[in-house]
């Protein structure tokens, strides 16, 4: 599970407060991601509903993917980072590979895989890939 380093912005509700969660990249800690997104999205639901009945299940799938394909494909520490947004959620993950990720053909007989990259841009509003000096982020911005 992350290492428990939770930040909030330090504003006065929940509603807009952030979350960032640190983990050390072992395959336990996808789980720990949904989790820690899923914390955040109680706290968030408490004063701001989401607007439509798939939006928390979609963040959700997103986390999950986003942190799946850092433990496969970025091996080592990762961060996840969760902020509320005038109409959605932003949802960035920050690995240690400055590789950017790319689509791939869907193969569901030859191992599976290839559909996470599509899935992401068909559930968020917004992806973008933001290479850093140690490594990159992920952002995703879906509706809430």
């Not at 072992?26 to 639901?45: E, F, M, P």
């Not at 961060?79 to 947004?85: A, K």
């Not at 950017?100 to 895989?113: A, Q």
């Amino acid at each position: 599970m992350g290492t428990g380093r939770r930040r909030d912005e330090g504003r006065s509700t929940e509603e807009t407060h952030g979350c960032t969660v640190c983990f050390p990249g072992r395959l336990g800690d996808v789980t720990g991601a949904r989790l820690a997104a899923d914390g955040y999205l109680a706290g968030l639901a408490r004063t701001s509903p989401p607007t439509g009945h798939d939006c928390w299940n979609d963040i959700l799938l997103v986390v999950t993917e986003l942190a799946a394909n850092v433990v496969q494909y970025a091996p080592g520490p990762f961060e996840l980072r969760m902020r509320r947004t005038y109409d959605g959620v932003h949802v960035t993950m920050h690995d240690t590979s400055r590789v950017r990720p790319e689509p791939r053909p869907f193969r569901p007989h030859g191992g599976g895989g290839g559909i996470g990259w599509h899935l992401l841009h068909t559930l968020c509003d917004q992806v973008s890939v933001v290479v850093t000096a140690d490594g990159k982020d992920v952002h995703a911005f879906l509706p809430w």
